[in-house]
C-alpha cells in the first residue's frame, strides 16, 4: 500500500500506527553545475521533502534505518560514498543520521556492476538484433536480481514497527514485502523538476535536428 502525502493533507494515523513502514523520496541527479533555474527547483525539492518527512515522522515515529540507491555498504563508510554521491540526499539523509538512525547496505556490488554495465550496452548503438535481444535479456535478468537483493535487504534489516527511510530514484519495480507500509513523498517541486527534464531534453533534441540539417544541407 503506498500513500502519496504530495496529495493528502495528513495520514490516518490509527490505520498505520503499527507495523512497518517504508518513507519513500524519490532521488534526483542533477549536475555538479547545474543551471540556475534547476537549481533553485532542486533547492526546493529537497526542503519541501524535509517539510514532508518531518510531518510523516510527527504523526508516526522518527526514521530508524535509511537506505541509499547505489550504496552497497553501511556506517561511515557508506555515509562518504554518500556524500560524494549526492550531496544534496547526504544532507537529507544525514539529518535522520545524527538523530540515531542507521544507514543500511542496500546494493550487491558484484549484482549493482552488471545491472550498470548491461544498461551501458542498451545504449550503445548496436546494428544485430539478436546481439541486442541477448544484451536485453542480460539487462533485464539484472535487474531482477537487483530488485529482489534490495527487497531482501529491507526486508531482513526493517523490523517490527521501525520506520526506514528510503532514498531511490522512481521507476525502479521493486516489490516490498507485503507487511511494509509505503508512504511516497511528493513534493510539489518534484513534477517542476521533471517538466525542466522534459523542456530540456525536447530543446536538445530539437538543436540536434537543426545541426543534422545543416550539415546536409549546408548554406551555399
Not at 4 to 22: Q, T
Not at 165 to 190: C, N, T, V, W
Not at 194 to 209: G, V, Y
Request: proline share 5%; hydrophobic share 35%.
Amino acid at each position: 500500500m503506498v500513500e502519496n502525502l504530495g496529495r493528502i493533507e495528513k495520514p490516518e494515523v490509527a490505520e498505520y500506527e503499527e507495523g512497518r513502514k517504508l518513507f519513500f523520496a524519490p532521488l534526483i541527479f542533477i549536475p555538479p553545475k547545474p543551471p540556475a533555474g534547476l537549481a533553485k527547483i532542486a533547492e526546493n525539492y529537497w526542503k519541501q521533502a524535509e517539510e514532508q518527512l518531518s510531518k510523516l515522522e510527527a504523526s508516526f515515529s522518527s526514521v530508524t534505518k535509511v537506505y541509499h540507491e547505489l550504496i552497497p555498504v553501511g556506517g561511515k563508510e557508506g555515509l562518504g560514498a554518500m556524500k560524494e554521491l549526492n550531496s544534496a540526499s547526504y544532507q537529507f539523509a544525514n539529518t535522520r543520521l545524527r538523530k540515531g538512525a542507521e544507514l543500511q547496505p542496500f546494493e550487491d556490488t558484484h549484482i549493482l556492476t552488471e545491472f550498470m554495465d548491461w544498461s551501458r550496452c542498451i545504449t550503445i548503438a548496436l546494428q544485430n538484433q539478436d546481439v541486442f535481444n541477448k544484451v536485453y535479456e542480460s539487462y533485464l535478468e539484472a535487474q531482477r536480481k537487483r530488485n529482489e537483493h534490495i527487497a531482501k535487504q529491507i526486508a531482513e534489516t526493517l523490523k517490527e514497527n521501525e520506520v526506514g527511510l528510503l532514498l531511490m530514484r522512481e521507476g525502479h519495480q521493486i516489490q516490498f514485502p507485503s507487511d511494509i507500509k509505503i508512504f511516497y513523498i511528493a513534493p510539489p517541486s518534484l513534477d517542476e523538476i521533471k517538466r525542466w527534464l522534459r523542456t530540456r531534453k525536447a530543446t536538445e533534441e530539437t538543436d540536434t535536428q537543426a545541426d543534422d540539417k545543416q550539415s546536409t544541407h549546408p548554406e551555399s
